[in-house]
């Protein structure tokens, strides 16, 4: 689900949803009048940064890890990982799709994985 604008279409990254003022507004036309929508799951790879330094000990088995910009069908920029898929075959503009990863019945984090 992505917010969108129901005035004018657009859709709001998700920096928009966590930032000032309380009550998210349209980005384009400035309204209130936002809904959550169906996103289509899919993106492509707009950036990624492969991390080989160690920073934080829970992340020790992990390196070295991917940390990727992915842009949505609908034109939303987010930070998040590509996974199933060597660091070494990511390419950007490769077409992904969205899975979660599931960290308790509240929350699942959005990551991405290649599409055939």
Known sequence: MLLRCRACGMYL???????????????GC????L???PSSGKATLYSFAIMHQLYD???AADLPYNIAV?????GVRLTSQVVDCPNDR???GMPLEV??????????????????
């Open 13 to 27: 990254s998700p920096t928009a949803y966590l930032g000032v003022p309380v009550r998210p507004r349209c980005a």
């Open 30 to 33: 400035f309204r209130s009048d």
């Open 35 to 37: 809904e959550w929508s």
């Open 57 to 59: 000990e829970a992340f």
């Open 70 to 74: 992915v842009e949505t069908d609908e």
């Open 90 to 92: 990511l390419e950007i």
């Open 99 to 116: 899975v979660f990863e599931r960290l308790s019945d509240e929350v699942a984090i959005p990551k991405f994985t290649p599409r055939p």
